[in-house]
């Protein structure tokens, strides 16, 4: 009988063991997949994209968070054992990227939702090195109550913005798209959009501020500091909240449009679970809920968003055939060339 029990001892010891072993196993090959991102609204990017779709791989995931030029200096820091595998940024940062050899070339075959979003986040940067996975129009904004509408880019040089009115400073990510429909609507003819730069030097004295991001603008327009501005459409919401009487216009040269993409590192060593993820976040699904929080504007043609929602998100057949994107490889070859006019006018 002692020689039984201690059998059945023995091999329920050796049952546990194997448990514990497979559990320690399993535990020890779970993959993660590490991502750079904006540090925006990343705790609603955690609800309806990273936590999901750890549940869908069985992997974990970790983000690093920063602007573009920081991302980028780390991606080339590590170009040889790299620590991200998904990298997203604008499209003329991950332009800069590829061109730095940072961004392996996409197989589009690998993404089945591929088929489903607008031609222009199809291969945006050209090379096969991108997917566009949001977009953002940059309209105009204005007081209601304190002038009359704005129809036409060209409105903003009107006498009566005099003092009223804020522009986005050319070193921010909205600055050129600015500077580009300041160029269309003066009739600019070259890709370095001199005119529009002109243009807008001669009003510096008009402008109230600057802004450096959507945050500063929200506050001018609620401390009635100004009345107008060129205002990105993710931060529509942001300033209906305020109560203040204001309106969102599509002047008649088109607005300015801006568009994030992502990309996989190269020599990732994750590659196919980057794959699965940019898959999934461009799925109807996906697109869906970070659209109806706000989070993001689709790219994805079968989401079908109501008003209230549409309201604030770049979305419609009539707002997406009224944008104009800044070509990526425009915005670099002439990104340092503004900077320098910028700065020697704006001080003059």
């Known amino acids: 009988m002692l020689k039984k029990a201690s059998l059945a001892g023995l091999g329920l010891s050796l049952v546990t063991g194997l448990l514990s072993l497979t559990a320690a196993s399993a535990h020890a090959e779970k993959r993660t997949l590490v991502l750079s991102a904006y540090p925006i609204a990343q705790?609603?990017?955690a609800k309806y994209v990273y936590t999901p779709f750890k549940e869908k791989c069985g992997c974990e995931i970790v983000v690093e968070t920063g602007n573009n030029a920081d991302r980028i200096a780390k991606l080339d820091a590590r170009r040889d054992n790299p620590v991200v595998d998904l990298v997203l940024l604008s499209d003329f940062g991950m332009l800069?990227?590829?061109r730095k050899g940072l961004i392996q070339p996409l197989d589009y075959g690998r993404l089945k939702n591929y088929g489903q979003i607008y031609n222009f986040a199809r291969n945006?940067?050209?090379g096969n090195f991108a997917v566009?996975?949001?977009?953002?129009s940059v309209g105009l904004v204005y007081r209601t109550d304190k002038i009359k509408s704005l129809a036409s880019w060209k409105d903003l040089w009107r006498a009566d913005m005099k003092g009223h009115l804020s522009l986005p400073d050319v070193s921010t990510t909205q600055g050129p798209l600015a500077l580009q429909m300041a160029d269309i609507a003066w009739n600019g003819k070259g890709d370095d959009f001199a005119t529009g730069m002109q243009k807008i030097l001669d009003i510096r004295n008009n402008v109230v501020t600057f802004s450096k991001n959507s945050a500063q603008l929200s506050?001018?327009?609620a401390q009635d500091e100004i009345w107008a501005a060129p205002v990105a459409r993710f931060t529509w919401a942001q300033l209906a909240k305020t109560g203040l009487p204001l309106k969102w216009s599509i002047p008649t040269e088109g607005?300015?449009?801006g568009m994030n993409v992502m990309g996989i590192v190269n020599k990732s060593r994750n590659a196919d679970l980057a794959y699965q993820l940019i898959d999934f976040w461009l799925s109807k699904e996906v697109q869906t809920a970070l659209a109806m929080d706000l989070v993001d504007s689709p790219v994805n043609t079968q989401v079908v968003l109501p008003k209230d929602k549409a309201e604030f998100n770049t979305y419609g057949a009539d707002h997406i055939a009224s944008l104009k994107f800044v070509k990526p490889e425009t915005l670099l070859k002439h990104r340092s060339s503004w900077?320098?006019?910028w700065n020697k006018g704006i001080s003059k």
């Not at 566009?132 to 953002?136: K, L, N, Q, V």
């Open 124 to 126: 945006p940067i050209g």
């Open 43 to 45: 705790p609603l990017f």
């Open 255 to 257: 607005q300015a449009a």
């Open 132 to 136: 566009g996975y949001t977009i953002y």
């Open 96 to 98: 800069e990227a590829a």
């Open 219 to 221: 506050s001018l327009f």
């Open 339 to 341: 900077m320098e006019q």
